[in-house]
């Protein structure tokens, strides 16, 4: 299961081992699809959740880039500014994820001063669940994927 940012050598592949495979099949396997960003090997009963989660996910970040720049230009960015600046921030915060090692809640912690704007920000994000939505949208994701595995 590749996602759209495999086109940018950015994306998740994950794939699931054959009952005949081997581990230097599987070696091959992510030898090739390392070209095109992480690879992940999983067990089959996680594919749908992987389709939920990464399979979808793209689209997730995209509408969190639009409504961010959407944002901006609301309050005098241009468009083209706007999305620049959403897009780098996505990846930037993604990238020190990765590469920090830190949990995601000690670094967004690191954002948040005292009475700062981002903490005042965020308190909006959690009055509109945008935590519960986005694991909702997941969830919906999974479980579509596995209606659509199943036999007609």
């Known amino acids: 299961m590749p996602n759209t940012p495999c086109l940018v050598q950015s994306g998740v592949c994950v794939f699931t081992r054959g009952k005949h495979a081997n581990e230097s099949d599987a070696d ?14 999983m067990p089959e009963t996680l594919m ?18 639009e409504a961010l ?17 959403s897009a ?10 990765l590469e ?9 912690d690191d954002v948040c001063s005292p009475g700062g ?6 308190h909006q994000l959690e009055k509109g669940q945008y935590r519960a939505t986005l694991m909702n949208a997941v969830e919906a994701g999974t479980l579509r994927s596995k209606e659509l595995g199943e036999p007609i």
Not at 100 to 108: A, C, I, N, Q, R
């Open 117 to 122: 704007t981002s903490i005042h920000a965020l």
């Open 69 to 85: 720049a959407d944002g901006g230009v609301k309050m005098g960015l241009n468009r083209e500014q706007a999305l620049r600046l």
């Open 88 to 97: 780098q921030t996505l990846m930037g915060a993604a990238k020190l994820v």
């Open 48 to 65: 749908d959740t992987v389709t939920g989660l990464s399979g979808s996910g793209p689209a997730y970040a995209f509408v969190t880039i």
């Open 100 to 108: 920090s090692g830190k949990h995601p809640e000690v670094l967004k």
């Open 28 to 41: 091959l396997v992510t030898e090739m699809l390392n070209c095109v960003g992480l690879v992940e090997e």
